[in-house]
């Protein structure tokens, strides 16, 4: 059996954190801290589980990695609806025998500051056009997945998943060319954290961390933070399936966006669920009484009957609608208020089954243009130096959404990941290959086009490899450097720290 991709990047990333090269950094200004906040003990349970194309990225090969789910502590309040039924493994399918390990994870889960390791210091030169490179920052965790930017106390902070060195660090940005480190966090026991996410609610401010444990010994859900005093977070709330009133008792996430409410406060997570390989929407006004109010699964897959190649990978929430990328799936919109609002699946899926997915392709992320006619989708791992995995779609009329075109790059060693969309410009994580631009230009619907305008490599020549390193993701904000306004750029180093760049335009 094949296994989905993040069994095998979690494998990639431990073995990365085990043997980093050591380097001695320049150390940057931190908030010394130690915190801990422990969850009570649970009750034991199981943890159910037409254009032309050109070049990408590199096709992963899938190992038998041993994957178990597991069931970390429960938060401080009972579910507001208990779930119906929690399987055993007695009754368990043959698949979910595989994911649902025997015997559940029964622990505490607390967070506590990191101490900062030695981690490899970038190459030059790297390449470069219309991207100045302002800083890089050497975050002492040295791994480092998602990331999302936050002001708090008039300061602009970068906020990084830790992917298992540690939970998440926070840097703080504020000016661009001098940014410093606050700290860094990890989970006690320790887990794997790939995704994180910001959100406030009222004068307080929050990340979530989804968590995938894939051991006994490992936490996993996804742990909500308060991070308002940075020399003190504390963990205020762990959900779970079994906590959140579902009907299935899952556990280990790999992605959940939040949405928000008119007053720009958190309100839904949007979990991709490893265990159940579906879309789960938990409703978080409440922090202390989360619950779990919708799911989706695509209508022509269900894991049983495909296997694990067709799953909720992660989600896009952009306006009312959220963009679900469901890998051999392909894209599927769905509209916010009434996935939010606990409607069926009738209700609220915008566009057909299938409608958009290209052959051969697996949906990894997906970005809609700024007017929503038109959606990015990329692919990560269907790479063979000719296949083309970021593509542009029509989506004006959701009956009938058509491919528009097929891009790439010139000097593509790998495939890119992650999207971010600002005005009339496509920024994209594109792993050794560092930060893309692209200009794209939708103002004649029939006529649309694509082009690159600007990219900073953050490895060398030498360096660049066909693997999953380099940036993950993309954060954006206006900033000021040396007296002109431009757009700052924050791109999490898979194994080398963050780094700081401002376009030139």
């Not at 038998?64 to 429960?74: C, G, K, M, S």
Request: proline share 6%.
């Amino acid at each position: 059996m094949k296994l989905p991709y993040q069994f095998v990047l979690f494998a990639i990333f431990l073995s990365a954190c085990a043997s980093s090269p050591v380097t001695a950094p320049t150390k940057v200004a931190e908030i010394p801290t130690t915190v801990a906040a422990t969850l009570a003990d649970p009750t034991a349970t199981h943890t159910a589980v037409a254009p032309t194309e050109t070049t990408v990225a590199p096709t992963e090969t899938a190992t038998d990695i041993p994957a178990t789910a597991t069931n970390a502590e429960t938060a401080t309040s009972a579910p507001t609806t208990p779930p119906t039924a929690i399987p055993t493994v007695d009754n368990l399918t043959r698949l979910e025998r595989f994911i649902v390990p025997d015997t559940a994870y029964i622990g505490k889960l607390a967070i506590t500051a990191a101490e900062a390791r030695d981690c490899t210091e970038p190459g030059a030169p790297l390449d470069a056009e219309n991207i100045v490179l302002l800083a890089h920052v050497d975050t002492g965790s040295c791994l480092g997945g998602e990331l999302d930017i936050a002001v708090i106390d008039d300061r602009t902070l970068i906020f990084q998943a830790g992917l298992g060195s540690t939970a998440f660090i926070a840097t703080d940005v504020t000016t661009p060319t001098a940014p410093r480190v606050l700290g860094r966090w990890r989970f006690a026991p320790n887990s794997y954290a790939s995704d994180l996410r910001y959100f406030s609610q009222g004068d307080q401010h929050y990340v979530s961390i989804s968590l995938e444990g894939f051991s006994q010994q490992a936490p996993c859900g996804i742990a909500i933070v308060n991070v308002t005093d940075l020399s003190a977070p504390t963990l205020v709330q762990h959900i779970q399936g079994l906590n959140v009133g579902s009907d299935r008792a899952w556990c280990n996430v790999h992605t959940a966006p939040v949405s928000m409410d008119e007053n720009g406060d958190g309100a839904f997570l949007y979990a991709s669920v490893d265990d159940t390989f579906d879309l789960r929407v938990v409703d978080i006004r409440d922090l202390d009484n989360p619950v779990e109010v919708n799911s989706y699964q695509h209508a022509n897959y269900t894991f049983e009957r495909n296997g694990p190649e067709t799953f909720v990978h992660d989600s896009t929430i952009v306006g009312d609608r959220v963009y679900v990328s469901y890998w051999d799936g392909g894209v599927m919109i769905l509209d916010r208020a009434t996935v939010e609002a606990g409607a069926p699946a009738a209700e609220f899926v915008l566009n057909a089954p299938n409608s958009i997915d290209p052959f051969d392709f697996l949906v990894h992320h997906a970005y809609p243009t700024e007017n929503e006619d038109f959606l990015f989708i990329e692919d990560e791992l269907t790479y063979d130096g000719k296949f083309s995995q970021l593509r542009l779609w029509d989506i004006r009329d959701l009956d009938n959404p058509a491919a528009v075109l097929r891009l790439t790059i010139p000097d593509a060693a790998i495939s890119p990941h992650n999207l971010l969309v600002k005005d009339d410009l496509l920024f994209v994580g594109w792993y050794t290959n560092g930060v893309q631009v692209f200009r794209y230009d939708v103002s004649d619907p029939d006529n649309a086009t694509v082009e690159r305008i600007a990219w900073h490599a953050v490895r060398t020549a030498e360096e660049i490899e066909t693997t999953f390193d380099g940036v993950w993701g993309v954060r954006l904000n206006d900033c000021t450097v040396a007296g002109k306004e431009t757009t700052c750029i924050y791109a999490s180093d898979i194994s080398n720290g963050l780094w700081v760049m401002a376009l030139e335009e």
